[in-house]
């Protein structure tokens, strides 16, 4: 019996009812000689740093950074009742075979071999690998199921991926957070990110503007424009010499000019149109996107081709039913690696489209739109360009008229892309003169920089360090098709991006973290190199080790070189202010000064690693405040007397001297000492 592992239950689902699995389970269905069970998504994540020693359990210098010899992964909160029966289905005796049919890409190759393993299942893998969950691709592709081992080499990028996230994330994160007292989440791929973000907020703020002046006839329904200048009083002189004098036509140009449609869709650019012409966030469009596919109405989702295979044509042919014109298939035809482009699939044909969400419509819309602009005749038109003159002065007045619309008839594609003015020109004739003519000034400025949209700044990520990379690089940019949505949500979440209508705008906190981070952390050029090497790894070229490798030799330099906050930033960040207050003693372990930070007590020497964390057990078991007080008696005499302790046993509070108990290897400990006879200082009552 072969058992199927989805990456979703809408997918079980569809699998089940053309493999002829219609038993339904608790977590599965069964018929036919098919198990199709699915997962949640992930249904294992990478284990919490104390996973790997107590002493992670705390932000503390001397750790950093953290690099696990052996990975450990845990149950995602809920869903171990799945990643259970998951887990004896792989073990039944009667299942022989094991089929991978979880999204055929990155994350769903590990979301699988996460739970295989976690089973330690040694069952023979099959993968299926389709771009499309139409009944006649289910069918094919299970007609024509891989070896897993074939996808070996995919699932060491994903793990690969994975771990480098986690080691620069965790690492870094801690890293800052210690040395400016806040949380300061930093991300391999976010940083980089949110740096592009907040230049341009400083780029805009910076901007000056910068007035220049043109001069302009009037020509009786159409306007020629002369040079741009900076200072008005030229402008004037010029406009002033042309006034009422006669302007003659010196020479016209004519240029025919080809624009082919823009391409189809990948996942990136599909996201880009969303926003910009429909207003949907990334996370969004990528949301209905992947609906659609699971209704079988659109093809696979995180794709990064603009292109389908040649033997794809007969079916587009069919999607796109009778048109007035000869479709050109061959146009759309090209490289495809892993998934084609996001088409419609056959199946839309017959769909009833009205009754979708308005999203998944719009979406499905925008799509099939695309992919029969792309297979449009090509937009025909002339550019014009006439030069006048006028009292010595050269002028210029720009149109055009189009031949042929072609693809741009379609809604949506009628933008002026190809940067010509739209107007059309009267029929003008060289030494065709316009007598008496009106001249004037017009003034204009220079633009600032607009703010990102998710439209632009996907673009940007998209591209981010290209100019940097190899051209046969296959991968630029940061992060992937499939994660850059998740990236700007978590800016957001995080605080450090805010959403103002389409824009996406850094915030102060965002700002702040972006001044203290080094450019090694946001830097694109970086994180789209590493990019490059996953894909190395997933076609088997680089190993996975020494990627990661290289990624722990990178945090380290970072770790090393950031021992202490500079203090031009420790200003930033409130809870560095209160690090900069008066001292309250010396730290018992370099003598460096102790300062009170929003979550406890720090030595100002980072790379000393001694600090006493407000909510630590010892004091919110007591619910005893620990005060800077009860701190600076600690530093001083190493113990303190301290009243109105609570005693989880009895329930009754009680006094004692608490004694300082330093290990001086990362912990910070505290014991008691009980006297009956002696006289207690209570200094106010601490």
């Not at 044509?313 to 892993?338: A, W």
């Not at 002339?382 to 189009?402: I, L, P, S, Y």
């Not at 406890?600 to 790379?607: L, P, R």
Request: hydrophobic fraction near 35%; include cysteine; aromatic fraction near 8%.
């Amino acid at each position: 019996m072969q058992l199927v592992i989805c990456e979703k239950p809408s997918q079980a689902q569809g699998y089940a009812a053309v493999l002829g699995a219609n038993e339904r389970k608790g977590g599965f269905f069964i018929g036919n000689g098919y198990i199709v069970a699915y997962c949640f998504g992930h249904l294992l994540e990478l284990a919490a740093p104390d996973a790997y020693g107590e002493q992670y359990a705390k932000f503390r210098y001397a750790d950093l950074p953290i690099v696990p010899k052996e990975w450990k992964h845990v149950p995602v909160k809920d869903k171990a009742a799945q990643l259970n029966v998951l887990t004896d289905l792989m073990n039944c005796s009667d299942v022989d075979c094991v089929v991978n049919a979880c999204d055929a890409g990155r994350e769903g190759e590990n979301i699988f071999r996460l739970v295989y393993k976690h089973a330690k299942c040694k069952k023979l893998i099959k993968r299926l690998w389709i771009s499309s969950m139409e009944d006649s691709a289910v069918k094919a592709g299970f007609g024509n199921l891989k070896d897993g081992a074939e996808y070996d080499s995919l699932y060491a990028a994903a793990s690969s991926r994975e771990r480098a996230d986690w080691i620069v994330g965790i690492s870094a994160t801690r890293l800052f957070s210690i040395l400016y007292g806040t949380l300061l989440n930093t991300g391999r791929v976010q940083s980089p990110t949110l740096a592009m973000l907040v230049k341009r907020e400083a780029d805009i703020a910076g901007f000056v503007k910068e007035p220049f002046y043109t001069p302009v006839l009037s020509l009786g329904g159409f306007a020629a424009s002369g040079e741009k200048l900076k200072e008005r009083a030229e402008a004037e002189t010029i406009a002033a010499a042309c006034n009422e004098q006669n302007a003659v036509v010196t020479k016209i140009d004519r240029q025919r000019k080809t624009i082919a449609p823009p391409k189809l869709y990948d996942l990136t650019s599909l996201q880009r149109d969303a926003n910009r012409l429909l207003g949907y966030t990334a996370q969004q469009t990528l949301d209905y996107i992947q609906s659609l596919y699971e209704k079988k109405i659109a093809s696979y989702p995180r794709s990064d081709s603009k292109h389908i295979t040649a033997d794809m044509r007969d079916t587009v042919l069919k999607i796109i039913g009778d048109t007035d014109f000869t479709p050109d298939v061959d146009r759309i035809v090209g490289k495809v690696t892993d998934h084609h482009a996001i088409i419609p699939t056959l199946e839309s044909i017959n769909a009833d489209i009205s009754t979708l969400p308005s999203g998944e419509r719009e979406v499905f819309a925008l799509v099939r739109k695309r992919l029969i602009a792309d297979v449009s005749p090509k937009h025909v038109y002339e550019a014009v360009t006439v030069t006048f003159d006028c009292g010595g002065n050269t002028f210029t007045a720009k149109g055009k008229t189009v031949i042929e619309a072609g693809w741009k008839t379609q809604p949506d594609m009628d933008e002026n892309e190809d940067g010509e003015d739209s107007a059309a020109l009267p029929e003008l004739s060289k030494g065709q003169t316009f007598y008496s003519v009106a001249a004037s000034v017009k003034e204009g400025a220079t633009t600032p920089p607009k703010h990102y949209t998710e439209d632009t700044l996907l673009s940007a990520m998209e591209n981010a360090g290209a100019e940097d990379m190899p051209d046969d690089t296959e991968r630029k940019g940061l992060g992937t098709p499939a994660t850059r949505a998740a990236i700007i949500e978590k800016l957001v979440s995080a605080g450090f991006v805010e959403r103002q209508k389409k824009n996406l705008l850094s915030t102060d906190k965002g700002k702040n973290l972006v001044a203290v981070l080094p450019d090694a952390l946001t830097s694109p050029k970086l994180t789209a190199e590493w990019e490059h090497k996953l894909k190395q790894v997933e076609r088997g070229e680089l190993d996975g080790g020494a990627f990661l490798d290289d990624i722990a030799s990178f945090i380290t330099a970072i770790v090393r070189e950031n021992a202490a906050p500079k203090p031009e930033f420790v200003p930033l960040f409130p809870e560095s202010k209160k690090q900069a207050s008066e001292p309250l003693g010396a730290c018992p372990r370099c003598r460096s000064p102790v300062r009170e930070g929003a979550r406890g007590f720090f030595c100002d020497k980072g790379s000393c690693g001694f600090k006493v964390w407000k909510a630590s057990k010892f004091w919110t078991a007591k619910k005893k405040p620990l005060t800077a007080e009860i701190i600076t008696d600690l530093l001083k005499d190493g113990r303190a007397d301290v009243n109105g302790l609570y005693s989880e046993k009895t329930g009754k509070k009680y006094d004692a001297t608490v004694i300082l108990d330093d290990t001086g290897d990362g912990y910070v400990n505290f014991k008691m000492e009980f006297a009956a006879n002696k006289q207690k200082n209570r200094k106010g009552g601490k």
